[in-house]
């Protein structure tokens, strides 16, 4: 189960890396969320501002904008590459709760950023493969100011 758990986290970063984003939107379930939280990792969204809190729908939206040219803010796009470690599961009903740990590094007009955090997924099975029904990422420095997040984490 490791084996295939990983591959499909690898899966999934190449997938953002590679701005293939409409092949990455299909990971995901229809009543996905995709959640960043801001300054606390246990912050409520009920109550608090979020860096993302998207529900399938946003997703959708976010995806559009990020495959067409109307997407400002990543013109020239983010050229990303991520690491994946420390990747620990257990099962769940009808799948498993993943987290892994991560480095992104981004770069764009000549600077180069780095993140790193923590991830929470649930992957829901789906035959010999998953859907992703959360991700949740805990970057260290969600209570920094952050400059430009208009790429995916």
């Known amino acids: 189960m490791r084996e295939r758990i990983e591959s499909f986290l690898y899966y999934e970063a190449r997938l953002i890396d590679e701005h293939q984003y409409s092949e990455w939107l299909s990971l995901w379930t229809r009543d996905a969320l ?3 939280p801001c300054n606390s990792d246990d912050a409520d969204p009920a109550r608090q501002a979020m860096i993302i809190y998207d529900n399938r729908d946003r997703l959708e939206e976010r995806v559009l904008r990020l495959n067409s040219t109307s997407a400002w803010a990543q013109q020239p796009r983010s050229r990303t590459r991520r690491l994946l470690s420390n ?3 257990r099962p769940i009903e009808g799948g498993y709760a993943v987290e892994s740990n991560f480095i992104l ?3 764009r007009r000549s600077k ?3 993140f790193a955090g923590r991830v929470i ?3 829901r099975n789906n035959g010999d493969t998953f859907n992703i029904a959360l991700k949740k990422v805990l970057l260290l420095n969600n209570d920094d100011p952050i400059d430009n997040l208009t790429f995916l984490v």
């Open 105 to 107: 590094a981004e770069m």
């Open 121 to 123: 997924h649930t992957l």
């Open 112 to 114: 180069q950023d780095i």
């Open 87 to 89: 990747i620990e599961f």
């Open 34 to 36: 995709y959640w960043i």
